[in-house]
């Protein structure tokens, strides 16, 4: 059986008002460190992960500077288009709350 990876976004990037990129890194199995770095990531390379089962999920800043695990990222087609949405919105933990590059 394959193990899936895990995928953290730390930020997003906008034009207009849709999101372009994501800073993503893979975590790894232990969820206690980066196994690749986070970094720029078209959109549809964050969809193909999840695509091919991979989870992906959104990662907010905490108070002693890390950064704390989020709900997970799920595709949107809102409007017919393939958007970034998470799981569970709570306040100050939406999408729209994630840091910009």
């Known amino acids: 059986m394959v193990e899936?990876?895990?995928y953290?976004?730390?930020a997003l990037r906008y034009a207009g008002g849709?999101?372009?990129e994501a800073m993503m890194g893979l975590i790894d199995g232990a969820h206690r460190k980066w196994?690749?770095?986070p970094s720029p990531t078209r959109i549809v390379g964050v969809i193909d992960r999840?695509?091919?089962g991979d989870t992906v999920i959104s990662m907010f800043p905490d108070d002693q500077g890390g950064l704390r695990a989020g709900p997970?990222?799920?595709v949107d087609l809102s409007g017919g288009i393939e958007m970034l949405a998470l799981e569970e919105?709570?306040?100050g933990r939406s999408l729209q709350d994630l840091p910009r590059f």
Do not use: C, R
């Open 4 to 6: 899936k990876a895990l």
């Open 8 to 10: 953290g976004i730390t």
């Open 18 to 20: 849709n999101v372009v």
């Open 35 to 37: 196994d690749l770095s």
């Open 50 to 52: 999840m695509v091919e």
């Open 72 to 74: 997970e990222v799920k």
């Open 89 to 91: 919105e709570a306040p």
